[in-house]
């Protein structure tokens, strides 16, 4: 635990001492901006959009675990609404968008969102609905990595580990990528292809290698608990994406309209594609095989929903898909325990959406499409790579000091009576 707080005190001290603006450094006057308030109210709705889809998550994740396990899985959800939503406002926002430019930016007037409570941005919203917005994809990321390592991992360990997490990988990556660092204007990444799924991914996949598989896989069938739940959850996932990719163009205008198209066609074939190949392997389309086609479709769109027409978002969508689909066979032949596929269809999806939106750019860059396709091949390795070193340093420090994985006899009781002494569904011995 010494280390965990160690870890935190160096942190705030590299704040500190980061080349950038001071504490009590005066900004220079900005020039009026007036309030647009269509973009504002746009802006407002996405925000509710995008937190929408961590509880749409937690019922994802919560019908595909077994019923001894559906409380404490979706606790991981609801969990980081409240823990990252108190440390985005405290220093999040200031990390990832400070005007400092170093590991992550810093800028004091963000501390606590205090600085900004009037301010506005050049896009004419107030920039305390910017920060808000942008809080919540900080709340999705961590919830996502939990289906990685679903049903087995203690609820202390794992708030420790989305706090540390949050702070270590997602806060420097998102100012890398969006807030002023070294591969902003040259990645692209319109909604989150590297700094959400991808490092979400690779996290995941760590963590689950790591932590090994749950007691009994894969020899013991572990079948969800409730498919109509998650089909209910994957529905608000994608509501929630329009809010997630067509908010990002902090606009309501053309650009606004073309993310919003983008996604819609993504999903549907990435879901449609999913079904042709199961009908032509097994002779029959399953719903858990349209949510994952559907989340693979949204997860590649997302880093080019506002640079590719719907050509490519088709093309987006069928590739994604059928490489996730692969992937998924992968996991079952070299029999990992990645738990709801994380890293199946985040990571994985992720990757082809940030590699492959180069050739289908609506407007080709300067630098041309081989320089362009460097930039995305950088993004993807440097997220990779930083997100799954720092998180297996986390995952190793945390188990060997509070623990992480749970013990035999509380996981073979289930984390609902082992963790929160609660039942989903109020019923007994029910696996």
């Known amino acids: 635990m010494k280390k965990v707080v160690v870890l935190v005190l160096a942190l705030v001290c590299g704040m500190l001492f980061m080349p950038g603006q ?64 108190v440390l985005w406002a405290i220093c999040g926002y200031a990390m990832t968008f400070g005007t400092s430019h170093g590991w ?71 100012h890398w990528v969006w807030g002023g660092g070294y591969l902003t204007g ?45 089909l209910m959850g994957a529905g608000l996932l994608w509501v929630g994406w329009f809010g997630f990719n067509a908010g990002s163009s902090e606009s309501s205008g ?14 549907s074939a990435g879901a449609v594609t999913w079904m042709l190949i199961e009908a032509f392997h097994h002779q029959k389309a399953t719903s858990l095989g349209f949510v994952s086609g559907m989340l693979a479709g949204l997860v590649a769109i997302t880093p080019a929903a506002g640079d590719v027409m719907v050509p490519g978002a088709i093309v987006l969508g069928v590739a994604a898909s059928i490489v996730c689909y692969l992937a998924l066979r992968l996991k079952s032949k070299l029999g990992y325990d990645d738990s709801l596929d994380v890293f199946g269809i985040h990571g994985v999806a992720g990757i ?17 499409i081989g320089r362009q396709f460097y930039y995305q091949l950088e993004g993807v390795i440097v997220s990779g ?12 420090r945390i188990d060997k000091t509070v623990g992480l994985r749970m013990s035999a006899p509380a996981e073979m009781a289930g984390m609902d009576h082992s963790l929160h002494g609660e039942s989903g569904y109020g019923m007994l011995n029910m696996n």
């Open 104 to 174: 992550c930016g810093w800028d004091w007037e963000k501390f606590m969102l205090s600085g900004i409570d009037s301010k506005m941005r050049a896009s004419g919203i107030p920039e305390v609905v910017f920060a808000m917005f942008q809080g919540k994809f900080a709340i999705i990321t961590p919830a996502l990595i939990a289906g990685a390592f679903a049903e087995r991992v203690k609820f202390r360990g794992y708030c420790i580990l989305i706090i540390l997490w949050s702070l270590l990988i997602y806060n420097p990556l998102a």
């Open 352 to 368: 082809v959406g940030a590699l492959l939106l180069t050739f289908f750019l609506r407007n080709v860059p300067d630098h041309g």
């Open 22 to 85: 001071c504490f009590g450094q005066e900004q220079a006057a900005e020039q009026e901006i007036v309030i647009d308030t269509g973009t504002t109210a746009w802006m407002l709705t996405s925000t509710s959009l995008v937190l929408l889809m961590t509880p749409g998550l937690a019922m994802f994740y919560g019908g595909l675990v077994r019923t001894k396990n559906v409380v404490g899985t979706m606790m991981h959800s609801f969990a980081a609404m409240a823990i990252i939503g």
């Open 385 to 396: 790579v930083y997100a799954g070193v720092v998180t297996l340093i986390l995952t190793v």
């Open 186 to 230: 040259l990645a692209k990444d319109f909604a989150g292809g590297t700094v959400i799924h991808i490092s979400a991914g690779i996290s995941g996949l760590v963590m689950a290698l790591y932590l090994g598989s749950r007691r009994g896989y894969p020899k013991t069938a572990m079948h969800p608990n409730n498919l109509v739940m998650t």
């Open 254 to 267: 053309l650009l606004t309209g073309q993310a919003l198209t983008v996604t819609q066609v993504a999903a």
